[in-house]
Structures are given as structure tokens and as C-alpha cells.
């Protein structure tokens, strides 16, 4: 009886301790337009499309700064100079590039990385 309650005891332990860290390591939210219009837009944030020049110059999310993902380089060189401590939003085209720019942010210590899924397709979209 009491090997069973320690058995109890070890496995409750081991799943509180999996459950803080996975809530602690959730450093990349997707977030939808919504989330980006409530949260993202005209607030104290850094709005990074990582698409293209051209594809930027023909449309983007006002206040968004233009960080070409495909660039790496010039790309990593640009993130150094954002603010760690201040969420980052990303969008590009439809989620894809956003996604590995959100893995690169997160890998040089950014905390708070929201990647819109969406993209600029989505929010462009226009409702009939």
C-alpha cells in the first residue's frame, strides 16, 4: 500500500512539474487578426513583416518595420535591434516565414513572440 501511494505521490509531483514548464516555455503564441487588432496595433510593440521589399512595398500593417526573413544574415542583424523585454509581433504572407523568424527570435532570447497566422492574405482580405 504505501509503494502504491508513493507511486501516487511521484506521479503527481512529475506532472506538476512537466505543467509549470511547458506554461514557462510557451515563448511563441499564435495569435489571430483579431488578437493583432486588440493587442498589436497602435500599442507600445514591435510589428515586424519579415516578407520581402516588393512584397511589403505593395501592401503591409501600418507601423510595421519590413525585416526580409529570407536575408538571414541582414535579418539577424536587424532583430539585435529590438528590445527583448517588449513583445514582438510577426506576420508575413500566410504564416509560414513568421513562424521560422518567431523559432530564430526565440533562440536569441525574446520572450514574448506573437505570430500572426494569418498574414498579410488574411488581413488584406476584404468582407463582402
Not at 503564441?29 to 497602435?42: A, S, V
Not at 500572426?116 to 488581413?123: I, K, L, T
Request: proline share 2%; aromatic share 10%.
Amino acid at each position: 500500500m504505501k509503494s502504491i501511494l508513493k507511486t501516487i505521490v511521484f506521479v503527481f509531483c512529475f506532472l506538476q512539474l512537466v505543467s509549470c514548464q511547458s506554461q514557462q516555455e510557451e515563448i511563441i503564441k499564435k495569435i489571430d487578426k483579431e488578437t493583432l487588432k486588440e493587442n498589436g496595433i497602435g500599442k507600445n510593440v514591435q510589428l515586424i513583416d519579415v516578407r520581402t521589399q516588393p512584397e511589403y512595398e505593395n501592401g503591409h500593417i501600418a507601423d510595421a518595420l519590413n525585416f526580409n526573413i529570407n536575408q538571414k544574415e541582414t535579418f539577424l542583424e536587424q532583430i539585435s535591434t529590438l528590445d527583448k523585454a517588449k513583445p514582438v509581433y510577426l506576420y508575413c504572407k500566410k504564416g509560414g516565414r513568421s513562424n521560422r523568424a518567431a523559432e530564430l527570435l526565440k533562440q536569441r532570447g525574446f520572450k514574448k513572440i506573437y505570430d500572426y497566422s494569418g498574414g498579410y492574405d488574411e488581413w488584406s482580405k476584404k468582407i463582402d
